[in-house]
């Protein structure tokens, strides 16, 4: 992370009264947790990318150090701050954490896990209760040394129903005695299926699961498919993650080998994740590009009148050449891409189909994706608010992490809050979801279909006779987060 710099050091003078907290009164000392709201104050106010909606983030908007603690003080916690005064209705993706390990371990993709990716759907006889389906398992866990597989369903676990909490607006979702369920080290999970009249009936098959450390490749599947003579490249990437650049970027090298014609990216599980890996991998899908615009940050007022000033550069991301060891990107040079995608595809794979749209034939194959077009960036009590700065203050964990920039791509248009309506509608049915990567795999072949120049009358529409409520990743709060590794100031 950077250091200040003096557009940083600019704003700050600015701000006046309530920026740069840290150092905002030496002769009053206060409390650690007003410590702490004081850091989430500063940072919000200098970075929010929402600061004009929330009255009292304006700059002066204390007349007082006194008025100010008092405004602190008024929240119980750390976290009522942040959620209930400084973050706007409109922003579903800024959260708090109080502890940066475990949110640094996240991005990694390393967590405690039994090896089970599921999804989350109600009963359909009775919404109080719900059931899950194993969307994947990831390999050398406790789910795959047991032999759990896609497609297999449970309702119970240590012999418990997993239940459901009616939402204020209608809609249910996972109680958080089922939660904690899915969360303890060791649990059983009891398998089933459902009837014709849409009653589960256990198969009286159980397994016993333990959850371990584990860290997560997302470059889960990758494969080279001969069908009628073309070779076609497969890739199920389910997380951008900047410490497995390496491994993607492999993947591409095989596919140029391979000689592939056509690429479906599977970005059907995907959340989100870096900014810089998103950027590298339109690089690589392409490659004709280099140097062109991927796509372009608009901030708060401030911050943006400040990179215009200083350096406009900053602000816009383009395809590139390598990536972040300075490894050269292995490029495909494709005129055409096919992108699977449904309601948990957010962020960092929004912005790969948003960023190439204006450059090559980009088709969408599943269902409407999240529709989350800002980033954000972990922000540490500092001066700086980077982690490295010798100021960090170690008495606590805290971090916040604000969407700080939306953005366009090269021809100027945003991208829908409501989600990227597919070209190609089919939804996953739970009863038949089929074997990722296989050519048979419904939204698979039907992405086949269309480079094959295959009929597609038969297919059906995105309707699923079960309600989805949730998946594995919503458990945490870091999911379908796109996120900066760094605070895009030039070193002046």
């Given at each position: 992370m950077k250091k200040i710099t003096p557009i940083l050091m600019t704003l700050c003078a600015l701000f006046l009264l309530n920026s740069c907290a840290t150092d905002r009164d030496d002769e009053i000392r206060p409390l650690s947790e007003l410590e702490i709201k004081n850091f989430i104050y500063s940072g919000m106010q200098l970075y929010y990318l929402y600061k004009p909606q929330i009255p009292e983030l304006a700059n002066a908007f204390f007349e007082t150090q006194t008025e100010f603690n008092t405004f602190l003080n008024g929240f119980e916690s750390p976290e009522s701050l942040f959620y209930n005064g400084l973050v706007a209705d409109v922003d579903r993706f800024s959260f708090i954490t109080d502890d940066y390990l475990d949110l640094e371990n996240s991005f990694a993709g390393i967590s405690k896990t039994s090896g089970i990716d599921y999804g989350v759907a109600l009963d359909p006889g009775d919404p109080n209760f719900a059931f899950a389906f194993v969307r994947y398992v990831l390999p050398n866990t406790s789910a795959s040394e047991s032999g759990v597989l896609r497609g297999m369903l449970f309702n119970t676990i240590n012999g418990e129903r997993l239940t459901t909490t009616a939402n204020a607006n209608g809609s249910y979702s996972l109680s958080a005695s089922s939660r904690e369920l899915l969360a303890s080290d060791s649990f059983t999970i009891q398998t089933g299926i459902f009837d014709?009249?849409?009653?589960?009936?256990?198969?009286?098959?159980?397994?016993?699961?333990?959850?371990?450390?584990?860290?997560?490749?997302?470059?889960?599947?990758?494969?080279?498919?001969?069908?009628?003579?073309?070779?076609?490249?497969?890739?199920?990437?389910?997380?951008?993650?900047r410490n497995f650049d390496q491994e993607l970027n492999a993947a591409f090298a095989q596919f140029q080998t391979d000689g592939i014609e056509d690429l479906v990216l599977d970005l059907r599980y995907n959340g989100g994740g870096s900014v810089e890996t998103a950027i590298d991998l339109t690089s690589m899908i392409t490659g004709q590009f280099d140097g062109q615009i991927v796509t372009q940050q608009q901030w708060n007022p401030e911050i943006q009148a400040a990179f215009e000033a200083e350096d406009p550069e900053s602000l816009i991301d383009r395809f590139d050449s390598s990536i972040s060891n300075g490894n050269a990107i292995n490029s495909l040079n494709l005129n055409r891409l096919y992108v699977i995608g449904t309601g948990s595809t957010a962020s960092a794979s929004e912005l790969t189909i948003i960023g190439l749209d204006p450059y090559i034939d980009v088709q969408t194959i599943g269902t409407t994706t999240v529709g989350k077009f800002q980033a954000s960036i972990t922000l540490y009590d500092s001066d700086s608010f980077g982690k490295n700065d010798e100021s960090l203050n170690l008495s606590h964990r805290y971090a916040i992490q604000p969407l700080v920039y939306t953005y366009s791509n090269a021809a100027d248009l945003i991208g829908p809050p409501a989600g990227i309506s597919p070209d190609f509608e089919l939804a996953e049915n739970i009863a038949n979801l089929g074997t990722?990567?296989?050519?048979?795999?419904?939204?698979?072949?039907?992405?086949?279909?269309?480079?094959?120049?295959?009929?597609?009358?038969?297919?059906?529409?995105?309707?699923?006779?079960?309600?989805?409520?949730g998946e594995r990743q919503n458990q945490s709060p870091f999911y379908q987060r796109m996120y900066i590794e760094e605070f895009p100031f030039p070193n002046l």
């Open positions: 014709a009249n849409d009653d589960f009936q256990p198969s009286g098959t159980s397994y016993a699961l333990i959850q371990e450390e584990y860290t997560e490749n997302p470059v889960f599947i990758a494969k080279t498919l001969d069908i009628e003579g073309k070779k076609i490249g497969y890739l199920m990437y389910n997380a951008y993650r990722l990567g296989d050519p048979d795999e419904p939204l698979l072949s039907l992405a086949l279909d269309q480079i094959l120049g295959r009929s597609t009358a038969a297919r059906k529409s995105a309707v699923s006779p079960f309600e989805i409520i």
